[in-house]
């Protein structure tokens, strides 16, 4: 089992382009939640993907979008890049009939925003 | 807002020493609080979680409390080891979807 995977591991843009991560989540589990961490900070919650629709939605404006196939794997998009979205980007898979139990984190894509 | 408070300043200890680190939760009930390990550059790695019915879960060297009085968990490590530097990152879940709101975490360095 390959765990959580993620792609690309680092990524360069430019303010105003447009960004995609991808994510496959571990065999068996059927949620992908995706989460921006800053520098020093703790990973933030930007939305959760359950049967290829978003169920939940952190404090992040509509530039983040995201999408979930049907094969569980989730992708995370990101328009009209700021400074600020610099940052790295987590991918989480879980089981909804794991309500509570752990979450499996992928190794994350590190994004600059130059 | 709800909201998550661990030791801002990094926690150094002597090997063989029992490490504990706090977290501390406002404005909400968590049913569930997990904590996590993260090493530089890669993503969380899942150590312990504690339901709001238990009042302490151990797991070889590591015991977590969860106090719902006093909106406190306590992550203690004891006999630590240089191999356990690490940030710690606490996680209060509330019922319903795996949404985790995280702590700013604490970087905990053991020193030989």
């Known amino acids: 089992d390959a765990g959580v995977t993620q792609s690309p591991t680092h990524l360069i843009k430019t303010r105003g382009q447009q960004v995609t991560l991808r994510c496959s989540p571990k065999?068996?589990?059927?949620?992908v939640s995706w989460y921006q961490q800053a520098l020093g900070q703790g990973p933030q919650f930007i939305f959760q993907y359950y049967e290829e629709e978003e169920r939940q939605r952190g404090n992040f404006p509509d530039r983040f979008s995201g999408h979930q196939f049907p094969n569980y794997s989730s992708e995370l998009n990101v328009n009209a890049l700021l400074l600020g979205d610099s940052a790295l980007y987590l991918c989480?898979?879980?089981?909804?009939?794991?309500?509570?139990?752990?979450?499996?984190f992928g190794p994350g894509t590190r994004l600059t925003v130059l | 807002s709800q909201k998550i408070e661990q030791n801002s300043e990094a926690l150094n200890i002597q090997e063989g020493k029992t490490a504990t680190l706090t977290c501390n939760y406002t404005n909400y009930s968590p049913a569930y609080l997990q904590w996590y390990r993260q090493d530089p550059g890669r993503g969380p790695v899942f150590l312990l979680l504690?339901?709001?019915?238990?009042k302490e879960k151990r797991k070889e060297r590591l015991k977590v409390t969860f106090d719902t009085t006093l909106k406190q968990s306590l992550f203690h490590i004891t006999a630590s080891q240089p191999a356990d530097s690490a940030t710690y990152l606490c996680a209060p879940l509330s019922g319903g979807y795996n949404k985790l709101i995280f702590g700013a975490g604490t970087r905990l360095a053991v020193h030989p």
């Open positions: 504690i339901r709001e019915n238990e």
């Open positions: 065999s068996g589990h059927d949620t």
């Open positions: 989480a898979s879980s089981s909804l009939a794991d309500l509570g139990d752990e979450q499996f």
